[in-house]
């Protein structure tokens, strides 16, 4: 129990953290329907047809409860992502070398 209140002690005596607060997430300029923050991308609900267009800083996309119906091997060219994650994207084709450029996706398909 001594250890405890120890540890309490020590976390109130520091008090708050002065690290800086992150950068809140604003539209992004490549599609302002969705978020971006720092290299981070994230689409929700957005009615695509096709993969969006992300800014060359880009490393990380999410994208869930869209349209996309199919991804082409082409579709992620010159876009050195390093992760992928698509949820509910209604996605029905997935050509062979379309995730070879990324390195690490996630893909969730929910069907009801």
């Known amino acids: 129990m001594r250890a405890w209140r120890l540890a309490a002690a020590l976390l109130l005596a520091a ?17 302002g ?7 981070h ?8 047809y096709r993969f969006p267009d ?11 409860r869209a349209h996309l119906g199919a991804l082409p091997d082409a579709a992620l060219d010159g876009r050195r992502l390093r992760t992928l994650v698509l949820v509910a994207s209604h996605l ?21």
């Not at 994230?42 to 695509?48: E, G, L, S, W």
Request: with cysteine; hydrophobic share 45%; aromatic share 4%.
């Open 33 to 39: 329907l969705c978020l971006c923050h720092a290299d």
């Open 54 to 64: 992300t800014e060359s800083s880009v490393r990380h996309v999410s994208v869930s």
């Open 15 to 31: 008090g708050p953290s002065s690290a800086p607060a992150p950068a809140p997430a604003r539209p992004c300029a490549a599609n």
């Open 41 to 48: 991308l994230a689409c929700d609900a957005v009615p695509f």
């Open 92 to 112: 029905h084709q997935l050509e062979a070398a379309a995730l070879s450029s990324v390195s690490c996706y996630i893909l969730i398909h929910f069907v009801c």
